[in-house]
């Protein structure tokens, strides 16, 4: 029996090996043998919507943490990635074979381990989605499945060699406190194998989904609009989910993301969502009525984010503009100690607006790289009553004070939301489906900032 914080899980199939052509006919037999234990309890399977979670083995992870790999985290093979895994075998004394291995993903993981207890991990690679284990044995999808009891199937696709794709079935059921003689349980399927091989099967993998209902993909990875698998799956599913805070490449994958929305794909964001409670005050900061006028009067942003990832800054920036009306004119990286970048602005009365972006140290990084730490909203007009500093609750404005005029301004504490948890934005997320208009109306504003600089 498994334990999560929602209730507990019951197992009614553990993991059981079957090969592609028996996964229906072995769901089957499970639910027509199935009428209840000795006590009564029934168990049926849970006709809710299906959930497709792709999450690869974790190895492109640990080597993009550890400063060997920079390309997108898909579980794809190529020049790159062998590169970084031929790196990393030298670097640990390793047989160099440009290869994936067991012995490798060990290493890696120690790796890692020992690096991030010296605080010594690249700051530029940080990701946590190597905290992650496959969705059908990790504490996230059993959080999910007592919430939300469905038929997740999970891809967990790898970098080794092509020997097929294996498959596995199994059971699960949250037992619910009120109702504890009929429980509606959770499927699982497992495939797993390379990205070769997974997309051979594309076509059964979508014709294990439940038909007639919802369909979502967790994709645990770097969006990639080119991924044969990816589009077959958008192509057939309501909604791709996915997470930015695990970007390696942030500025270009977050420019990535954003034309594939141009494109009509649907696409939702876990880390947009932890955006929410600035967005909710930022706002708010300007109800009364007499400071909403000089909402228009402000000219200077400041955001300052945890290093590591700088996409919740950039799309708040990017929220922010497209609220305002602002149009991106010029986007300046200055680097340093802060990785400061500028982003210049033109509203629709010629107005400049400034906007600076400063990525802080932080000592005890923590589960998401980039968090907002905190925010100020200024004017060079000195009359204009719209100075707004929102700060984080765990770090505080030391920096903003430190800028002077804090003490005039607005200031709002933003409290930690227990809600931000993986499985709690996943859940609620799941709940939705169809297009979100003030993510793709930010995001279209955030892509012509990245856009500004490449040029």
Known sequence: MVTTKASPIVSLQTPKDVSIEEIEAELRSLWTSVSGDEEGAAASRATTFSLIVYEPDGTQQLLAALGFYTGPIDGIVGPRNEAAITAAQKAYGMEVTGKASPELLSILQAKFAEAKSEDSV???????????????????????????????????????????????????????????????????????????????????????????????????????????????????CDSIIFDSSSFTNPESDLACVAKMIQQGVILADLNWRRLAPWQELSAEAFDPPERRAYIYEIDKVTIDYEKGNQTQALMFLGWLASRLNWTPTAYDKEGGDYDICRVKFSDSHNQEITAELAAIPIADWGEIPGDLISLRLSSTNLDADCCTVLCSSTTGCMRMEAGGGAQSCYIQQVAPLFDQKTEDLLGQQLQRWGREVLYEESMAVTVKILELGNQ
């Open 122 to 236: 690249s700051t530029e690679n940080q990701t946590p989605a190597i905290q992650y284990s496959a969705d059908s044995q990790g504490a996230v999808a059993d959080a999910i499945a007592a919430a939300h009891p469905c038929r997740v199937i999970a891809l967990v696709p790898s970098l080794g060699q092509d020997d097929g794709v294996k498959a596995q079935v199994s059971a699960y059921c949250p037992v619910n406190k009120k109702d504890k003689d009929n429980m509606i349980c959770c499927e699982y399927i497992t495939l797993s194998g390379t990205v070769e091989a997974l997309e051979r099967i594309g076509g059964i993998i979508t014709e294990l989904t439940i038909g007639g209902l919802p369909k979502f993909v967790w994709w645990k990875a770097t969006p990639v609009a080119d991924n044969p698998l990816f589009k077959r799956l958008e192509s057939y």
